[in-house]
């Protein structure tokens, strides 16, 4: 396996430099997707795909770059996210035939799990994050795309521009008959909200308008779907103003 380090960057240079420290020694590409421009950066190559392209398309150029390049494999990196020691190599030992995605445990600042991989209905088109760590590797219905190994050749749906683009990728592995993976000793630091807050309109809208995309065109799906960023706007206790983000993230894709 060549494995290169694949870093989307919308903002927050100093959390870029943490996430650079964290992988130091890896072969890294990161993808410059600021208003102003990054420039060069010492122990990272940079390529620069504009302003506010959105996830997905700067992981695919990411992506893209690392193939041509000659790696074999991309570790897919949140700017906000430091793998812990030793993370890398315990995702890239479970790599083998019929796998097409391995990632960790995510943990918040405090060290509580946020994520041990997502549990995702079909039927009703609920989306959860697990948080009950396993003692095993683990098939799971999807991971997060904050820490994530992949095939360099695979790409994102770049129709989801901040949301569920992860959910979808690990849906399409599925249905090719390829396995998506947790590693439960691996873990990697997540701060989540660096580049869009997650209690705020605009991500609101995009992880309802992905929400949408992912589940189709299904009356009753999309409606439910509405019902669950609804409820959890409640369940948060606002903003208000988050309520204009989910009438935005259904105009999205309507």
């Known amino acids: 396996m060549r494995l290169c380090v694949v870093i989307p960057h919308r903002r927050r240079r100093d959390l870029l430099g943490r996430a650079l420290a964290a992988v130091e020694g890896w072969p890294v590409v990161v993808v410059d997707d600021t208003d102003e421009g990054l420039g060069a950066l ?5 390529v620069r795909l504009g302003g506010g392209q959105g996830f997905a398309k700067a992981a695919n150029r990411g992506l893209a770059a690392a193939q041509a390049a000659g790696f074999t494999h991309a570790l897919l990196l949140n700017d906000d996210a430091a793998p812990a020691s030793g993370c890398v190599e315990a995702l890239q030992a479970a790599w083998g035939p019929n796998v097409g995605a391995v990632g ?6 405090s060290g509580r799990v946020e994520s041990a991989g997502m549990r995702f209905s079909a039927r009703t088109g609920r989306l959860r994050q697990r948080t009950s760590v396993p003692d095993d590797v683990t098939p799971v219905d999807a991971l997060s795309g904050a820490c994530l190994l992949l095939d360099s050749g695979v790409r994102f749906h770049e129709g989801f521009r901040h949301g569920m683009e992860d959910v979808a990728l690990c849906r399409d592995l599925d249905e090719q008959g390829l ?6 000793w691996a873990r990697c630091a997540h701060l989540g909200g660096a580049t869009v807050s997650r209690r705020g309109r605009a991500a609101t809208r995009h992880a309802l308008a992905g929400h949408l995309r992912l589940v189709g065109d299904a009356p ?4 439910l779907v509405v019902g669950y960023a609804l409820a959890q706007i409640l369940r948060e206790g606002g903003p208000v103003e988050r309520l204009a983000g989910v009438w ?3 105009r999205d894709v309507s």
């Open 42 to 46: 010492p122990g990272a190559a940079v």
């Open 104 to 109: 960790p445990v995510l943990v918040d600042p």
């Open 179 to 184: 396995s998506v993976l947790l590693v439960p």
């Open 220 to 223: 009753l799906k999309r409606g």
């Open 248 to 250: 935005e993230g259904w």
